[in-house]
């Protein structure tokens, strides 16, 4: 099992800057890829960024220029540095770390969400 801690969210001004971090810990599971879902209300989950573990990251047409996504594997932590912030960036947070569970194969493991309040 794998138990993902989030940290960073909070309420800030347009034009500022927050880091989200998750640090997964646990054991019986090999972690692949990690990385942020971001919900608004009445939308649907929607994926901001990911990272591979060998480095490969993806991120969101809408938050390209503006958001970092990093790791410490040795950690086993991602971050998402976002800066220049907008209304539009508001809604909660979700980290995610796909990853093999030994014996099952493989399983997406999730967090309890941060919210993001950015505010105009």
């Known amino acids: 099992q794998v138990q993902l801690e989030e940290s960073g969210g909070g309420l800030v001004q347009a034009g500022g800057s927050l880091r989200l971090s998750c640090a997964a810990s646990g054991s019986g599971s090999s972690v692949d890829s990690m990385g942020w879902y971001r919900q608004a209300p009445g939308n649907q989950r929607d994926l901001v960024a990911s990272?591979?573990?060998?480095?490969?990251?993806v991120y969101a047409d809408s938050v390209k220029g503006r958001f970092t996504i990093s790791r410490d594997n040795a950690k086993n932590t991602v971050y998402l540095q976002m800066n220049s912030l907008t209304s539009e960036d508001t809604g909660v947070y979700l980290c995610?770390?796909?990853?093999?569970?030994w014996g099952v194969g493989p399983f997406t493991y999730w967090g309890q969400g941060t919210q993001v309040t950015v505010s105009s």
């Open positions: 995610y770390v796909n990853a093999y569970r």
């Open positions: 990272i591979r573990s060998g480095g490969g990251t």
